[in-house]
């Protein structure tokens, strides 16, 4: 790493999971770096106990590493601005960055999954909406944050149209437990890593109904088909779909126990409510948001997405989860 990147400033705006996780990340490779949240509280809290126990429990946070809820102090002679908040907060955090004088030459780094609710944009569409046309990259995967912060062996992607930007990127993010892959596939990055907490809802469901790895199998299938139809309608690449952002994120999400959207499927298959299940949760479930969203953005582009629009339904519409399941499978006969 080079003695310019390695002088870089960083701050990570967000101190849920991932946020808390990247933070140590770059802290632990050498960079100076500030952690921005922004209930003070709880921050302070943080600084006091250095464990973050509400989203990333059993962690150390080295006495190095900054902590603040003043987003001036955070944001203050950054080269780089990580961009941790849920979706449906981002629009309202990038106009308090507005309204502090954000360094505008500094890198934007977002590393959010979700598409907005109303506007259906995608976050580097929020951010470009916000802040200009700032030097901005996503970066997504099959990244869970406690698997990454206890060094397990992880991929990701990151993705921008500037080719020197994320190269720049993939040189502070990666190390030897975290393979960074580029590509120019803003929109299929960001669709892949969005859309498949849908379906990992479903496969939550299908585990709370008891069902079993051929049920598993035909929604992971399936569930990647019309995220690539849906996708490839909105101008991704159809190749990014197969890839770590894509299937790999897909499987990830649908098979893991930490996985939040999978466990608020799991709820409902059980006979849980929505409300009931969102009232005792206190980390984001980004699929709960992002299943009106896709539902619109289908019908937007008229794209066939009958897992999702069954995961709406029954989210939104309080249809039976047995129901919706009998729904899918005896729809009019088709080729694959």
Known sequence: MSNKISSLKIAVLGDGGWGTTLALLLENKGFRVTLWGAFEDYVSYLKAKRVNTRFLPGI??????????????????????VLAVPSQYMRRVLKKIESCGYPASAMYLSVTKGIEAGSLERMSEVIRGELG??????????????????????????????????????????????????????????????????????????D???????????????????????????????????????????????????????????RIGRGETLEKISS????????????????????RYRVDTPITKEVYRVLYRNKPPLRAVSDLMTRQKKEE
């Open 60 to 81: 150390r946070l080295p006495a190095r590493l900054n902590i603040t809820s003043d987003l001036e102090e955070a944001l203050e002679n950054k080269d780089l601005i």
């Open 133 to 206: 046309n700032v030097r901005l990259a996503v970066l997504s995967g099959p990244t869970i944050a406690h698997e990454v912060a206890r060094g397990i062996p992880t991929t990701a992607v990151i993705a921008s149209p500037d080719r020197k930007l994320r190269r720049m990127l993939q040189d502070i993010f990666m190390t030897p437990r975290l393979r960074i892959y580029t590509n120019d596939d803003v929109a299929g990055v960001e669709l892949g890593g969005s859309l498949k907490n849908v379906i990992a809802i479903a496969c939550g469901i299908s």
């Open 208 to 266: 709370g109904l008891g069902f079993g790895t051929n049920t598993k199998a035909a929604i992971l299938s399936r569930g990647l088909a019309e995220i690539s139809r849906l996708g490839k309608k909105m101008g991704a690449k159809a190749g990014t779909f197969g890839g770590i952002t894509g299937l790999g994120d897909l499987v990830t999400t649908c098979t893991s126990p930490y996985s939040r959207n999978r466990y608020v499927g799991e």
């Open 280 to 299: 005792k949760m206190r980390m984001v479930a980004e699929g709960i948001v992002t299943a009106k969203s896709a539902h619109a953005l289908s019908a």
